[in-house]
């Protein structure tokens, strides 16, 4: 399975952007999914991810209710809508699949470990 992840640009405070998460060569409706950024000079965390059935959504305290996963099967896509952005979540985003036959289906992953297949990253920039 390769990831395609797109969406990002410049936006300004209090904007919104919408990510997407597309999958080649295979499907995400065995994999558990998860979106990370990273920021400059920080680490790679976890902002949000969803079980592989689909049940269980994980958010990273710092979204506080303005990011959403969401997937469409039948696009074999993965979407992050982001809204209300602020300057601290300038970053780049990636995508990221558990493919792993091993995968409980009801967990949501949050730790970058957990994934095997991630995306090229897409940047956020929010800025006046």
């Known amino acids: 399975v390769q990831l395609q992840a797109s969406g990002g640009g410049l936006v300004q405070p209090g904007g919104s952007l919408s990510l997407s998460c597309v999958a080649s060569?295979?499907?995400?409706?065995?994999?558990?999914i998860g979106w990370f950024r990273q920021a400059p000079g920080k680490e790679r965390e976890v902002v949000a991810s969803t079980s592989r059935s689909g049940d269980t959504t994980y958010y990273a305290v710092f979204v506080k209710g303005r990011f959403t996963i969401s997937r469409d099967i039948a696009k074999n896509t993965v979407y992050l809508q982001m809204t209300s952005l602020q300057s601290e979540d300038t970053a780049v985003y990636y995508c990221?699949?558990?493919?792993?036959?091993?995968?409980?289906?009801?967990?949501?992953?949050?730790?970058?470990?957990?994934?095997?297949?991630w995306g090229q990253g897409t940047q956020v920039t929010v800025s006046s």
């Open positions: 060569g295979g499907t995400f409706s065995n994999a558990a």
């Open positions: 990221a699949a558990r493919v792993s036959p091993v995968t409980t289906s009801w967990f949501a992953y949050k730790n970058q470990d957990d994934y095997d297949t």
